[in-house]
Every structure is written in structure tokens, then in C-alpha cells.
């Protein structure tokens, strides 16, 4: 049980960070007018991309010295 709640709070905690990490970029000046809603589905399908990638990660080196 334990270890589920400890992947629950990695993935979080990387999706968390994720969202702070692109929020640095100027998404504005990249899409094209009329395209907002594809833009709110790019970031977070990015965020949750960026997240599975960190989590699974920081999971691969809690399991090596856990």
C-alpha cells in the first residue's frame, strides 16, 4: 500500500513540476489565432508527457536504492 501511495505523490509531484516548467514558455506567440482550445489540450498533453517521463524516473532510482 505504500508503495502506491508513494507513486501517486511522484506523479504529482512531477506533474506539478511539469506545469511550472511550461508555464516559462511563451506558448502565446507560438499558436495561431482561433486555436486556444488546441493549445489548452497541447499543454497539458506536454505536462502529463513531461510527468510520466520524471515520475517514472525519480520511481526507477527510488526502487534502485529502496
Known amino acids: 500500500m505504500l508503495k502506491f501511495y508513494l507513486q501517486v505523490f511522484v506523479y504529482l509531484f512531477s506533474f506539478v513540476v511539469s506545469l511550472f516548467g511550461l508555464s516559462a514558455l511563451d506558448i502565446e506567440k507560438m499558436i495561431r489565432k482561433g486555436y486556444v482550445g488546441a ?5 497539458f498533453t506536454l505536462a502529463m508527457s513531461m510527468a510520466y517521463l520524471l515520475g517514472n524516473f525519480l520511481m526507477g532510482i527510488i526502487y534502485y536504492f529502496y
Open 39 to 43: 493549445t489548452w489540450v497541447l499543454y
